[in-house]
């Protein structure tokens, strides 16, 4: 997992390590940035690296890209096993041209048929054989895949998944708060984290409203800042726009919240 690499190559010990019969590193669980990997394969320039990609409807593994044999590449998710075929599909489910982005689907022998007992959870990850990711990317001309973001209402915080509904549930509890959504954001150590968006009380100060979020969010979750809003981007029919919120963290400077 992502953290777990952090981590090591902070330990003091790490270059004894490196210089050790090291031989292989395998990364899954999560995106590791591209910086860690560089850091490692400089650093232990005699060892392998495949960074991995899957999801358990998939037994777990997608694709795979091994660093040392395109470095050119490195950022992708490697390409699909050969049991398996990958592409970018659009709303209507079809196949879109290499480099255009749309939701990421698998189809082949290794894809499970659906989920036990969940008639409607089936229906919503699977068409036609073919498992929906729920993450956003592409396919490049050469059959790298790019994995751009997450469309899916859940994140994976060090190596443990998390609703975006379960942490909005507890967080909406402050005091001072007249609406508050959670949406997937990258933590600069950490890796995959979420931000929130508040639209807080007018009688209620900033400050008293960070102090009660801190003290809510579990230890083990990652925050990556708080942005203060007037509304809500929401649709005709009252969804919150997400994406919305993701773009004000790309285009401001969320101010660090918690670690």
Same mark, same amino acid.
């Given at each position: 997992? $992502? ?16 210089? /050790? ?15 860690? %990997? ?6 232990? $320039? ?20 091994? %660093?040392?044999?395109? $470095? &050119? ?6 390409? $699909? ?7 970018? %599909? ?6 879109? &041209? ?11 022998? /290794?894809?499970? &048929? ?135 963290? &790309? ?9």
């Amino acid at each position: 997992m $992502p953290f777990t690499y952090e981590q090591i190559i902070a330990a003091a010990d790490f270059d004894r390590l490196a210089g /050790s019969s090291l031989k292989r590193f395998l990364q899954a669980g999560g995106k590791l940035e591209i910086q860690v %990997v560089g850091n490692i394969v400089a650093r232990v $320039p005699g060892a392998d690296f495949y960074v991995m990609y899957g999801q358990t409807e998939a037994t777990s593994r997608i694709s795979t890209f091994e %660093v040392h044999r395109h $470095p &050119a590449k490195l950022g992708s998710a490697g390409m $699909p096993l050969d049991n398996l075929k990958v592409s970018s %599909v659009g709303t209507d489910f079809r196949p879109l &041209a290499a480099g255009r982005s749309g939701e990421l689907a698998v189809c082949g022998a /290794s894809v499970a &048929a659906g989920y036990w007992n969940d008639v409607d959870g089936t229906a919503e990850r699977f068409v036609n054989g073919t498992l929906l990711t729920g993450d956003v990317g592409h396919v490049d001309e050469d059959g790298f895949i790019w994995i751009e973001g997450r469309i899916a209402d859940f994140l994976k915080m060090r190596g443990m998944r998390v609703s975006i509904g379960e942490i909005e549930a507890r967080l909406c509890l402050a005091e001072g708060i007249s609406e508050i959504a959670a949406f997937p954001a990258c933590h600069p150590r950490y890796g995959e984290a979420f931000g929130l968006a508040v639209v807080a009380e007018k009688e209620h100060d900033r400050a008293g409203i960070i102090r009660d979020l801190t003290r809510r969010i579990d230890p083990l979750w990652i925050c990556a800042g708080i942005n203060f809003l007037d509304s809500l981007p929401r649709n005709e029919v009252g969804k919150i726009l997400r994406g919305r919120l993701g773009e004000s963290v &790309a285009h401001e400077c969320m101010p660090r919240f918690r670690d």
